[in-house]
């Protein structure tokens, strides 16, 4: 990920700046922009990852990051929105347009720079054949190719749609995903599955994982998704 550049647009600078000192420090080259309309003035194609806050002037990043997915050239490129508004329907509405991660302030560096090494990993993986493709986050590494995941090392006995379903949630970290959308992308060549079977799993999934298993978290009324925090 060397000479990775990403774009940081946020309409309050001291954050623009917070998050650029950072990132840089981390190795990347970064740019700020002070709103939508100062970003849509630089070379948008560019840059291999954009941070665009939701609430800014007459273009909101949801307006933002919706009119970059429209441009052929920058349909691909992924997008973290940070944003003070924290409800079920931001989210949705976020993940809906394109997004691939979504923060609330106050939000620890930590985590903003956890989320965008994931995010890249995985940009730079999808790019690679999938015989090579490995998905790392933190101590868990998911081995696509081999159909294999590793937790500190060891292996972990999953059933083949234990793997099915972890491997959905991390893929798309912070999507919530409704027992409907798993029975589509898991259980899509049965007849018939009951919703019960989709939680008994996901109880199976958490208990295999041990303590890791706390970021398969349930957001009540919707569905399931995984979180970093």
Known sequence: ???T???VVDDEEDICEILQFNLE??????????SAE????????????????????????????????????????????ITAKDTENDLLTGFNIGADDYISKPFSIREVTLRVKAILRRTFASETSDEAEVIIFDELKIDIARKKVFLREKALDLTKKEFEMLLLFVVHPGRVYAREDILQNVWSDDVYVLDRTIDVNITRLRKKLGDFGKHIVTRLGYGYCFDYQ
């Open 1 to 3: 990920m060397n000479n």
């Open 5 to 7: 550049r990403i774009l």
């Open 25 to 34: 420090s981390e190795g990347y080259e970064v740019d700020t922009a002070l």
């Open 38 to 81: 100062e970003a849509l003035e630089k070379d948008i194609p560019s840059y291999q990852l954009l941070i665009l806050d939701v609430m800014m002037g007459e273009i909101s990043g949801f307006k933002l990051a919706a009119m970059i997915h429209k441009n052929k050239l920058t349909e691909h490129l992924p997008i973290i929105f």
